[in-house]
């Protein structure tokens, strides 16, 4: 959790506590790979980051994370229900 340390210092946040949502895969994809769980919404979500990306490969070590999709925002309440 070295990432988690250096993005929130001073709130002492873990990213297993938040969640990161956008419609972009590449920025879920980032997110995934620090470790967190990303909620990608919609069907029209763009490019996934390519394996050679510099942010792709400083966090190649850490892909513990996740994605969830959803068709749309309006899903999120049931969904927070269940995780």
């Given at each position: 959790m070295l990432y988690t340390r250096c993005l929130f210092p001073s709130f002492?946040?873990?990213?297993?506590?938040l969640?990161?949502?956008?419609?972009m895969i590449k920025y879920v994809d980032g997110?995934?790979?620090?470790g967190g769980t990303a909620i990608l919404i919609g069907d029209k979500n763009?490019?996934?980051l390519t394996a050679d990306a510099k942010s792709?490969?400083?966090?190649e070590k850490s892909k513990n994370g996740r994605v969830i999709r959803l068709k749309s925002i309006y899903e999120l309440p049931e969904l927070?229900?269940?995780i």
């Amino acid at each position: 959790m070295l990432y988690t340390r250096c993005l929130f210092p001073s709130f002492s946040l873990w990213l297993d506590l938040l969640l990161f949502l956008d419609d972009m895969i590449k920025y879920v994809d980032g997110w995934k790979n620090l470790g967190g769980t990303a909620i990608l919404i919609g069907d029209k979500n763009g490019r996934a980051l390519t394996a050679d990306a510099k942010s792709m490969q400083i966090t190649e070590k850490s892909k513990n994370g996740r994605v969830i999709r959803l068709k749309s925002i309006y899903e999120l309440p049931e969904l927070i229900k269940i995780i």
